[in-house]
């Protein structure tokens, strides 16, 4: 290894000439003087043969004309210009030794033109290649400074959408731009004249789509369920390299068994190790099981508890939304169980992924009042679920459910809704609003008004108890 070390430095030595001009032009003068003692001694040489061999000497013995070498040196490592230098030094010291010893005549004039034109060639042949060497090296970091930049600002581009796919997946997403989704869904397979399980494949892709948005689904399976609330091993629609379902999976029994979603975070069994990580149902308002979903993979970052309770949600009404085209409905006075369910879903899920939901009690006292109901109604978000009734009073109340709303955003909510009363010139007296109350274990004030709608204890027991 060290021998090849010394090989490169010689052969740099040789070839490159020094970027110190006080160098460049020491070498110089100094391969001229060779040059010019080289010459000088061969034709003291020939001096000596000639007084011998007389004109056999001069025109049979040609001798190589060393100082050739020395200027093509020169020329080669450091141009034309020190080229021209070395050999005018060369050929003026020569001349000044003939002249000195009176032999001028035997000087040749003809090797001299020719060793100035060697030089001049070889020197501009050098310094025409050191200009091309030198574009390309400029040429060459030109680019490799682009590269440089190129690859700084793709490492800072990958790591920044890094970081926003991690933020984004921690954020939560809009329900009601979730629930909007499923109202265009259910505009594009309308249920008149379709059987459940054709409308569960009509809606399978749709709906599979849209639930992978909201925690970032990449591999799953939508199955659908039958009568017997047994799983069809045959996918209504895969995402992903969905591989065929395993019905003896831990997590997927407990899903059937207790009807609600479950991943490893929440399974019911931690015992047994599961190779899903979402199990999905689709429950309808009935409580029945009409199809599931199957998540072996799933972006790790999107499993929050916000996103899992947004996702509980809109999978619950896009049950209700394949089973009867309904996603939110309107509440009536005589449908009690209905309202109770809803309640009792979103106490659940508020309790479950510790995220606030509000309610609201508006009551109507006059009929210009009534009317505001059906412009609230009218203007309701998709996710909201309201509920005329009759309270022991004889007066009409209009309960607004706003699940995942927290009491800051009811607040807001009121405010616009008083703002259209004034629009409307109602006095507040003709229009009464409670506070926002939190959908919450222990709220004794939520208890008390549901109590003033005729539910009883056991009602209202029923929906705050969580399973």
């Known amino acids: 290894m060290a021998k090849k070390d010394i090989l490169n430095t010689l052969y740099k030595a040789v070839t490159r000439g020094s970027k110190q001009p006080l160098v460049a032009w020491t070498e110089t003068l100094i391969l001229a003087i060779i040059g010019a003692v080289l010459w000088c001694i061969a034709y003291d040489i ?22 050739l070498i020395f200027v093509l040196l020169v020329a080669l490592r450091y141009g034309f210009t020190h080229g021209f230098v070395c050999a005018l030094t060369c050929i003026l010291m020569s001349i000044g030794y003939f002249k000195y010893f009176q032999i001028l005549d035997a000087f040749s004039f003809y090797k001299a033109v020719g060793l100035l034109i060697a030089a001049m060639i070889s020197g501009e042949f050098r310094d025409a290649w050191e200009e091309r060497l030198h ?72 709906v599979l789509t849209l639930f992978a948005q909201i925690v970032g689904i990449e591999v799953a399976g939508f199955y659908a369920i039958n009568e017997k609330e047994k799983i069809e091993t045959k996918a209504l629609y895969t995402l992903g390299s969905m591989q065929e379902i395993d019905l003896d999976d831990p997590m997927l029994k407990d899903m059937l068994e207790y009807k609600v979603l479950l991943s490893p975070a929440n399974a019911q069994n931690d015992e047994h190790n599961s190779k899903y990580q979402l199990c999905i149902p689709l429950k309808d308002s009935s409580d ?28 619950n009404y896009a049950a209700d939304m394949i089973s009867s085209g309904v996603i939110a409905p309107v509440i009536q006075t005589e449908e009690k169980h209905t309202f109770l369910k809803y309640l009792h879903f979103v106490f659940t899920q508020s309790t479950l992924h510790r995220e606030q939901s509000s309610i609201i009690f508006c009551k109507g ?80 004030l939520l208890n008390e008004e549901l109590r003033k709608l005729g539910l009883t204890e056991n009602d209202i027991n029923k929906c705050t108890k969580y399973n």
């Open 46 to 67: 020939i001096d000596e043969q000639t007084v011998e061999e007389m004109i056999i000497s001069t025109s049979q013995k040609q001798q190589f004309f060393w100082p």
């Open 135 to 206: 574009r390309n090296d400029l040429d060459f970091t030109f680019m490799q400074r682009k590269l440089d930049l190129f690859t700084q600002n793709y490492f800072t581009l990958r790591s920044s959408h890094d970081q926003l796919e991690q933020r984004m997946a921690g954020q939560v997403v809009s329900l009601r731009s979730n629930i909007s989704e499923l109202e265009k869904i259910s505009e594009r397979y309308p249920i008149v004249g379709v059987d459940q399980h054709t409308r569960l494949e009509n809606m399978a892709s749709s």
């Open 288 to 315: 029945k099981l009409i199809a599931c979903v199957v998540a072996s993979q799933v972006k790790f970052f999107t499993l929050t508890d916000q996103n899992l309770a947004i996702l509980n949600l809109v999978v």
């Open 365 to 444: 006292k006059t009929k210009q009042a009534l009317e505001i109901f059906d412009k609230t109604i009218s203007t309701r978000r998709g996710a909201d679920i309201y509920w005329r009734r009759i309270n022991t009073d004889g007066e009409e109340v209009l309960v607004v459910l706003l699940p995942l709303t927290t009491l800051i955003q009811a607040q807001m909510y009121r405010d616009r809704v008083k703002n259209q009363l004034r629009l409307n010139k109602i006095a507040e007296d003709e229009f009464e609003m409670t506070e926002p109350l939190d959908v919450g274990i222990g709220n004794e």
